[in-house]
Each structure stands twice: as C-alpha cells, then as structure tokens.
C-alpha cells in the first residue's frame, strides 16, 4: 500500500517531554530508581540483569520507564497483548483489515507443524487460528526475513493446507467433499525483511494470490499477506496516522514515546493494550525472562541468518562457476573447431604444395626434354 506523505505534528517533540507525558498516561509506569532496587534486591534477578550487556541493560531499562515503549513484537508481548482466547477482537480487528472484510476467529489451533530442525526457531511467533468460516489464518513474525521467503512460504501454507485436509478427512469420513476445504491464509510481520521487499520501498503491504493466464476463475484456496514493517517505518516518517490498519501496523513498529502518544491519542483503543503492557511490566521477573529470551533468540537467529545469507551466497557463486565452466567449454570447443579447420587448410596447403611440386617436376622434364630435342634438331643443321 501507498499513501501521500503528510506532515505530522508530533514530529517536533523532546524524547523528555515524550517519556514525562508517557508516564502521566500510565502512572503505573516504575522510575529508573526503583526498577534498578528491584533487581538488586533479589539475587536472581540481579544475576541475570548484569549478564547482559551495558546496552541491553540500558535498553531494558529505557522500555520499563518509557522513555522508550517496550516492543510489541517481543514474543511474550505479542503473545499475551493479542492472545485469541482472551481477546479473540484484536486480532480479529487486524485480520479484518487486511482481509478487507469481517472475520471472526472461531477457535485457536495447536502449532504441530512439522517444520525441521532449526528453521522454527527464527519464528518468534506462530499463531494458528481457524476463522468462522472454516478457513485457517497463520500469523507469524519474523524478526530477521528469511532467505528465499517465498518458496518457505509456500511450504508453510501447503503444511496447513495438509493438515485441514487430514481433518476434514477423518471428521467427514465417506461424507468427505473437496469443497469442504476453506481458503487458507499465511500472515508474515516482517521486522527486518528480506531484501526482496527492498526494491518496492514504497508499498508495505504485498497480497499474493493465485491467478490463471486466460481468466479462468478456480478457487485455489492459499492467499499470503507480507507486511514488512521497516518499509512501513520508514514510509511513515513525518506522516500522521491515516487509517486503521495503519494505526494497528504503528502498534507493532514503533516504540518512540511521541509516537505511541501520538496514536493512542488518534484511536483511543490501543491506550489499554498499552496498559496491558505495562502491567506485564510490573511482573520484574517475567519481563526479563522474556526480554533474556529475546535477546538470547535474536542471537541465535542472527547466527542462523547469516548462515542462510552464507549459503545463498554459495550457491549464487556455484552458479556463477558453472556458467563460466560452460562458457570455458564453449570456447574450448570453438578453439578445438578452430584448430580443426587449420589443421585442414594446412592439409589443404600441403596437398597443393605436393602438387605444385608435382607439376614443377613435370614442367622440368619437359624443359630438359626441350633442350634435348633442340640439341638434336641443331645437330641435324650442322650435318647439311
């Protein structure tokens, strides 16, 4: 999607007076004091926070006193914030937005995916919901985009699609129709997203659907939906909040005071799932539990990252060898062609050299025969 830019206001505050009016909309919001004797009263605690880095410990210390807002993409966060047992309406909201109709989560299904290895890990959240109408919806976000987002995917909603299949197949028995299967839906949050998304850096949303070259009309059933937030972010620069979706995508990208000011002011909905947050917060013990977990999985996923990044990049340079293995044949065969035909002119030229010699020979017999038959014919002259 693309909007025109618009100048926002709310630009031009202080990250101070930000933090200040921050607290003033969420009293419950501890001071930096406090938090720091929290942590320093129990032993646990205490250890974890001083094995982080200075820069984690400041960045934690920033998002519980809101002079940053805690990022909603944590997966604890998320997880709690739009749990569809509890409040099924958010994210049914979202859906709702990105479908561009309404829909209604009916019930939540259990992740047995089956996945392999370490590639679930980068998932730092899979919900799996399936909607009124019997269709499946997977929201996943990806802090780190994957290499070959596409192809994964398609292997993740083909997964889905298998196991509503199994479903309708063993609940339905004999009574079993195609018809009975319902679309399903995959859902990627991008933080970072792969560079393919990089060449659109205008459009923040991309809806993949599955289209005949000749107007045939089928009901394929698998619809994705990529939202990369960093373009979103960055397409958002000086702009004020337009519309719902852009509010709801707001409430997953940024954790800028003035920002989170600046949208719960515009839709007072998102003040009490900020609240929600910051009562999470209020729990010292689960919160950095949870802010360890991240901070341990984006290691781990930057790792893993870097290895995929590694191994596209081995296998662009395989192919770039092979194809310059094929050009080296070519021009091998084309010098080999080359060398053949020489090879025949300089036969060619040995065979008419052999032949000028052949009749250079000839030509000096007939010139010794010549002076031969002059002499005798002189010699006959002599003799009258």
Same mark, same amino acid.
């Given at each position: 999607?693309?909007?025109?830019?618009?100048?926002?206001?709310h630009?031009?505050?202080?990250?101070t007076?930000?933090?200040?009016?921050?607290?003033?909309?969420?009293?419950?919001?501890?001071?930096?004091?406090?938090?720091?004797?929290?942590?320093?009263?129990?032993?646990?605690?205490?250890?974890?926070?001083?094995?982080?880095?200075?820069?984690?410990?400041?960045?934690?210390?920033?998002?519980?006193?809101?002079?940053?807002?805690? #990022?909603?993409l944590?997966?604890?966060?998320? #997880?709690?914030?739009?749990?569809?047992? =509890?409040?099924p309406?958010?994210?049914?909201?979202?859906?709702?937005?990105?479908?561009?109709?309404?829909?209604?989560?009916?019930?939540?299904?259990?992740?047995?995916?089956?996945?392999?290895?370490?590639?679930?890990?980068?998932?730092?959240?899979?919900?799996?919901?399936?909607?009124?109408?019997?269709?499946?919806?997977?929201i996943?976000?990806?802090?780190?985009? %994957?290499?070959?987002p596409?192809?994964?995917?398609?292997?993740?909603?083909?997964?889905?699609?298998?196991?509503?299949?199994?479903?309708?197949?063993?609940?339905?028995?004999?009574?079993?129709?195609?018809?009975?299967?319902?679309?399903? %839906?995959?859902?990627?949050? /991008?933080?970072?997203?792969?560079?393919?998304?990089?060449?659109?850096?205008?459009?923040?949303?991309?809806?993949?659907?599955?289209? =005949?070259?000749?107007?045939?009309?089928?009901?394929l059933?698998?619809?994705?939906?990529?939202?990369?937030?960093?373009?979103?972010?960055?397409?958002?620069?000086?702009?004020?909040?337009?519309?719902?979706?852009?509010?709801?995508? =707001?409430?997953?990208?940024?954790?800028?005071?003035?920002?989170?000011?600046?949208? /719960?002011?515009? %839709?007072?909905?998102? #003040?009490?799932?900020?609240?929600?947050?910051?009562?999470?917060?209020?729990?010292?013990?689960?919160?950095?539990?949870?802010?360890?977990?991240?901070?341990?999985?984006?290691d781990?996923?930057?790792?893993?990252?870097?290895?995929?990044e590694?191994?596209?990049?081995?296998?662009?340079? #395989?192919?770039?060898?092979?194809?310059?293995?094929?050009?080296?044949?070519?021009?091998?065969?084309?010098?080999?062609?080359?060398?053949?035909?020489?090879?025949?002119?300089?036969?060619?030229?040995?065979?008419?050299?052999?032949?000028i010699?052949?009749?250079?020979?000839?030509?000096?017999?007939?010139e010794?025969?010549?002076? =031969?038959?002059?002499?005798?014919?002189?010699?006959?002259?002599?003799?009258?």
């Open positions: 999607m693309k909007y025109p830019k618009k100048n926002n206001p630009r031009k505050k202080s990250s007076t930000a933090a200040a009016s921050l607290s003033a909309y969420f009293p419950i919001i501890r001071s930096r004091q406090e938090i720091i004797h929290i942590i320093h009263s129990q032993k646990d605690l205490k250890s974890v926070f001083h094995s982080w880095s200075q820069e984690d410990r400041e960045n934690f210390l920033n998002c519980c006193t809101g002079s940053r807002g805690i #990022k909603v944590y997966d604890g966060i998320f #997880k709690e914030v739009f749990n569809p047992e =509890s409040s309406e958010r994210l049914e909201d979202i859906l709702s937005l990105l479908f561009q109709k309404k829909v209604k989560i009916n019930t939540v299904l259990p992740n047995d995916s089956v996945r392999l290895g370490a590639e679930s890990s980068l998932l730092y959240t899979d919900i799996i919901v399936q909607l009124e109408d019997g269709s499946l919806s997977d996943e976000i990806q802090k780190i985009g %994957y290499a070959f596409g192809e994964r995917c398609a292997c993740y909603s083909a997964d889905h699609l298998l196991r509503q299949y199994k479903r309708a197949r063993s609940s339905q028995g004999k009574n079993f129709n195609y018809r009975n299967i319902k679309n399903v %839906y995959t859902i990627i949050f /991008f933080e970072q997203s792969p560079k393919e998304f990089h060449s659109y850096p205008y459009h923040w949303l991309h809806v993949f659907r599955q289209h =005949s070259d000749t107007g045939l009309s089928l009901n059933l698998q619809e994705y939906y990529f939202i990369p937030l960093d373009i979103f972010r960055k397409n958002m620069e000086n702009k004020i909040i337009s519309c719902d979706l852009e509010a709801w995508l =707001s409430f997953l990208s940024f954790d800028e005071p003035e920002r989170i000011i600046e949208l /719960f002011t515009r %839709y007072p909905k998102f #003040k009490p799932l900020y609240q929600d947050i910051y009562e999470i917060c209020q729990n010292m013990e689960k919160v950095m539990n949870m802010y360890s977990k991240e901070l341990m999985e984006l781990h996923n930057t790792v893993l990252y870097m290895i995929d590694m191994q596209e990049q081995i296998d662009l340079k #395989k192919m770039e060898l092979m194809e310059v293995e094929v050009q080296l044949n070519q021009k091998n065969a084309q010098i080999n062609q080359q060398e053949a035909q020489i090879n025949q002119q300089e036969a060619q030229i040995n065979q008419q050299e052999a032949q010699n052949q009749q250079e020979a000839q030509i000096n017999q007939q010794i025969l010549i002076r =031969s038959l002059q002499e005798q014919l002189s010699a006959l002259k002599n003799q009258k």
